[in-house]
């Protein structure tokens, strides 16, 4: 039953960009046949391929995905028209459609636009230019509706994110603090870990468009809470290093300078609670 537990444990639930993904697809197909797209395929690859980790991500990579797709398709539709399939054109064709996502900084698109470029080389219409419009047709639907997708259906809330983990932080961080002070052993990564990870929901957060974002005001409070958070693991990763026991040593170094490291916690502990910074 370990693997089951592993499986429903918070770190590895089905999330929803997974879901998203999925219901993507199937309409991306959908509609595809619906249009008589001839490649659905590809619309199915674009959709995946596009899907972003926030709305940010996907709308940003979807714009330069979108002239990609018609970069490779292009390219694919000159190559083809003169040897389709060819090996030699092939990988040609690639190193020119890289090159030009490059020089036109079209960042995200490199693999959309090479997949859509193989594509039309290896497509079966017997017309290159059809070829050409029919996978450029189809990869720009799915990323139209990955990105869609995306904005409509439950858009990550970074907000609530950050006050989760930030009261996960500050429970752990609490503990850690006990165990300094009781001398026990401190679980100093546990801490370094949940600083980590809101730091990075953060970075999410604030490059997100201010339509899809909560209350600016408070995550900025709690933005400035964590370069103190930092103050105080930095405490205790002095205090961690030293071989204490739960009954102290009267006198001698290793006691003055743990002494130094607990009033400096409590010194900024203090200050977060007035609202203010240490220095």
């Known amino acids: ?37 001839e490649e659905p395929f590809i619309a199915a690859v674009a959709t995946v391929m596009s899907m972003g980790k ?27 028209a003169f040897s389709p399939a060819n090996a030699g054109f092939c990988g040609l064709g690639i190193i020119v459609s890289l090159y030009l996502c490059h020089l036109f900084r079209l ?3 490199q693999a959309l636009s090479s997949f859509t470029f193989a594509a039309v080389m290896f497509s079966r219409t017997g ?30 809330n970074y ?34 870990s949940s600083i980590s990870d809101i730091e990075r929901i953060i970075h999410r957060y604030v490059s997100e468009y201010r339509l899809f974002r909560g209350d600016d005001d408070e995550i900025f409070k709690i933005s400035c809470r964590i370069s103190v958070y930092r103050m105080i693991l930095d405490e205790l ?19 003055t300078v743990y002494a130094y490291h607990m009033k400096r916690i409590r010194q ?11 220095h």
């Open 54 to 80: 926030s709305i940010d991500i996907s709308v940003r990579s979807g714009k330069n995905k979108m002239f990609g797709v018609v970069l490779g398709a292009a390219l694919g539709g000159c190559f083809a």
């Open 127 to 156: 017309d290159p230019w059809l070829a050409a419009l029919t996978c450029g047709a189809d990869a720009l639907l799915g990323i139209g509706i990955a990105v869609g997708i995306n904005l409509a259906v439950l858009p990550p």
């Open 1 to 37: 039953m370990g693997w089951f537990v592993r499986f429903v444990h918070a770190d590895h639930r089905l999330g929803m960009r997974v879901v998203k993904t999925g219901i993507a697809v199937t309409l991306s197909i959908a509609v595809s046949n619906l249009l008589g797209l």
């Open 268 to 278: 900024l502990a203090q200050s977060l609670r007035q609202g203010g910074s240490a």
């Open 237 to 255: 990763r002095a205090i961690e290093v030293m071989e204490l026991t739960e009954e102290p040593k009267p006198g001698g170094e290793i006691e």
């Open 107 to 109: 960042d995200g698109a």
């Open 159 to 192: 907000a609530e994110q950050i006050k989760r983990s930030f009261a996960a932080l500050r429970e752990r961080l609490s503990a850690a603090v006990e165990d300094a002070a009781a001398r026990r052993q401190i679980d100093v990564e546990a801490v370094e």
